[in-house]
């Protein structure tokens, strides 16, 4: 009896799990204009988790998530835990997303497609990979909360992160590079969800 319980509560549990983790579904149509805000700053270092934390420039935007990947491996996942792959304009619309194919690993977005429904130039500069630093445990929880579809919003910080023994990573500070160096390190310190309407 108590085995059989066990297997109703295992497999209960999953289905709340596949459930309220799969991806939003929208209709066609761009969900999110505007590309995100960015503003240079001169600011005072800090430090997090034991590394220097300099912030290159204030940093918001609102985009539809293509994706998310948590990292528990590696030096980076002290600082950020999270990668989300990010898209606006175009990049935000069902009817383009749904021609592509998308993934992540080893910390870098990835698209593919056999005919491309928008010109690449279009894909690159309106979608990136950007790897989420949480400024605090709500903030961190909330981004691991976070779901294929969703339209979020967010507020920080574009950074470089250094340690004592001279690692570092640093930021891009523009959405038009692809490749090696082209992901936003953000510091989150603010974090919202928008219910998506055309």
Known sequence: MLKRLLFVVIIAYGAYATYTSRPV????????KDAPNQ?????????????????LAEFSLEARILGTERYSLGRESDLSPVDLALGWGPMSDSAIISQLSINQSGRFYHWSTPRLPIPKQAISSHSANMHMVPADTQIEKALKNLRE????RLAGYLIRADAADGWHWVSSLTRDDSGNGACELVWVKEISRR????
């Open 39 to 55: 503003r240079k700053i001169v600011a005072t270092p800090f430090t997090h988790k034991g590394y220097q934390v300099t912030p």
């Open 25 to 32: 579904e929208h209709n066609p149509g761009i969900l999110v």
């Open 149 to 152: 579809g969703e339209i979020v």
């Open 195 to 198: 219910t998506a309407t055309l």
